[in-house]
């Protein structure tokens, strides 16, 4: 897998990066970060984090898991600190 991009956000900011299968976005800072992930060719199609608690039957993610969409399709792959859209 390839990291396409890696940032620093400072706090009160944020960014949109454009990410494709198999790659990887590395995101920095000493704050909580909200993450929201669309589908690039249906914006209907987004991440759910309450499907995702639901599926995998957890609350807090660790490396291995998948998060879902509002579609119920995996949309994402958690790999040890990082998401890497799957």
């Known amino acids: 897998m390839r990291t396409v991009a ?3 956000l400072t ?3 944020g960014g949109t990066i454009e990410v494709r299968t ?3 976005v590395r995101v920095r800072g000493r704050s909580t970060a909200d993450t929201v992930v ?3 060719r249906n914006l209907r199609e987004r991440f ?3 499907r ?3 599926l995998t039957g957890k609350i807090f993610l660790s490396e291995g898991d998948t998060l879902f969409s509002k579609l119920n399709t995996p949309h994402v792959d ?3 600190g990082h998401l890497a859209r799957g």
Do not use: S
Request: proline share 0%; glycine share 10%; hydrophobic share 25%.
């Open 48 to 50: 759910d984090q309450a």
């Open 22 to 24: 198999g790659q990887i």
């Open 78 to 80: 958690h790999h040890g």
């Open 52 to 54: 995702t608690k639901v």
């Open 6 to 8: 890696e940032r620093h």
């Open 38 to 40: 669309f589908n690039l």
């Open 11 to 13: 706090y009160n900011t």
